[in-house]
């Protein structure tokens, strides 16, 4: 059974960094994409970051272009989130997602999450 387990949300102030990890088991973890979603008060599920099966090709939506960094390490079955100049409306719940396809942005019924991780940016 897959598990997903994301760690290192907390509170920060804004300019301020955190890196996230989500750590994975029952899975061939090198087989799947692996992306960052995330649950904004007052708004629906947004993508954030996508790193392909071997970290060769990475997306970010433009609210993280520059700032935010999608990484993985196979061996350890670990992808990371590191975020930078973090900002209050990045305040939300972030969620790791094990996607069957490298599809920037997008989400599918055979997606895989994790519970997520409270990140909240103060002023």
């Known amino acids: 059974q897959v598990q997903l387990v994301e760690s290192g949300g907390g509170l920060v102030q804004a300019g301020g960094s955190l890196r996230l990890s989500c750590a994975a088991s029952?899975?061939?973890?090198?087989?799947?994409?692996m992306g960052w979603f995330r649950q904004t008060p007052g708004n629906e599920r947004e993508f954030v970051a996508v790193v392909s099966r071997r970290g060769g090709l990475t997306s970010y939506a433009d609210s993280a272009k520059g700032r935010f960094t999608i990484s993985r390490d196979n061996a350890k079955n670990t992808v990371y989130l590191q975020m930078n100049s973090l900002r209050p409306e990045d305040t939300g719940d972030y969620y790791c997602?094990?996607?069957?396809?490298?599809?920037?942005?997008?989400?599918?019924?055979?997606?895989?999450w994790g519970q997520g991780t409270r990140v909240t940016v103060s002023s």
């Open positions: 029952g899975l061939t973890f090198s087989t799947y994409a």
């Open positions: 997602a094990a996607q069957l396809r490298y599809a920037p942005g997008r989400v599918y019924e055979d997606d895989s």
